[in-house]
T-cell receptor, first 115, second 112 residues
Framework: EPEVTQTPSHQVTQMGQEVILRCVPI?????FYWYRQILGQKVEFLVS????????KSEIFDDQFSVERPDGSNFTLKIRSTKLEDSAMYFC?????????????FGDGTRLSIL | TQLLEQSPQFLSIQEGENLTVYCNSS?????LQWYRQEPGEGPVLLVT?????EVKKLKRLTFQFGDARKDSSLHITAAQPGDTGLYLC????????????FGRGTQLTVWP
């Protein structure tokens, strides 16, 4: 069964450094998302992306965050200058459509640890 | 902000017992998705319900969407140790398309 793949599985970075988290969504999907989950807390929406532009972003997704689809298969999340509070699991998801009956399929996440 | 409250937060039962977990909101959602998450992994989709009053069955799991599309339940019959995991509900649609609003989850432990 097709799946969303994320790399790396674990990223350790010094505070203030830039990180890029990578995702390969399911091949025929058109809508892409990033979520994060801080340890012990609920999964939170960051951003959705369609047709090479951001569809929606949450209040968490401030100017230090950016997303890009650099080619036909990858979808990346960049954090420009990491803070300690950016430490979390980051999940990528994709969906064939944005309609309510089209579920989002999640990758296994990247654990980001900021030192 | 559309909030989903899940209850109970923790549930510990013996193999063979039945259980129900709940997902409630004051907001209307166009769809409600149930996921199961294992430690260190991403949420794995179990089911999506979209119609008020809809009931879906997945082997021993029965999912129901409330008539008003504000709440949902997951019932497991004859629970097995392999059912152990974190069960998450996530609401989609409503005022904002695409974005999912997650509950905190119910951590289920089934003892042999």
């Amino acid at each position: 069964e097709p799946e969303v793949t994320q790399t790396p599985s674990h990223q350790v970075t010094q505070m203030g450094q830039e990180v890029i988290l990578r995702c390969v969504p399911i091949s025929n999907h058109l809508y892409f998302y990033w979520y994060r989950q801080i340890l012990g807390q609920k999964v939170e929406f960051l951003v959705s992306f369609y047709n090479n532009e951001i569809s929606e972003k949450s209040e968490i997704f401030d100017d230090q965050f950016s997303v890009e689809r650099p080619d036909g298969s990858n979808f990346t999340l960049k954090i420009r200058s990491t803070k300690l509070e950016d430490s979390a699991m980051y999940f990528c998801a994709s969906s064939p459509q944005v309609l309510g009956n089209q579920p989002q399929h999640f990758g296994d996440g990247t654990r980001l640890s900021i030192l | 902000t559309q909030l989903l409250e899940q209850s109970p937060q923790f549930l510990s039962i013996q193999e063979g017992e039945n259980l129900t977990v709940y997902c409630n909101s004051s907001s209307v959602f166009s769809s409600l998705q149930w996921y199961r998450q294992e430690p260190g992994e991403g949420p794995v989709l179990l089911v999506t319900v979209v119609t008020g009053g809809e009931v879906k069955k997945l082997k021993r799991l029965t999912f129901q969407f409330g008539d008003a599309r504000k709440d949902s339940s997951l019932h497991i019959t004859a629970a097995q140790p392999g059912d152990t995991g974190l069960y998450l509900c996530a609401g989609g649609g409503g005022s904002t398309l695409g974005r999912l609003y997650f509950g905190r989850g119910t951590q289920l432990t089934v003892w042999p």
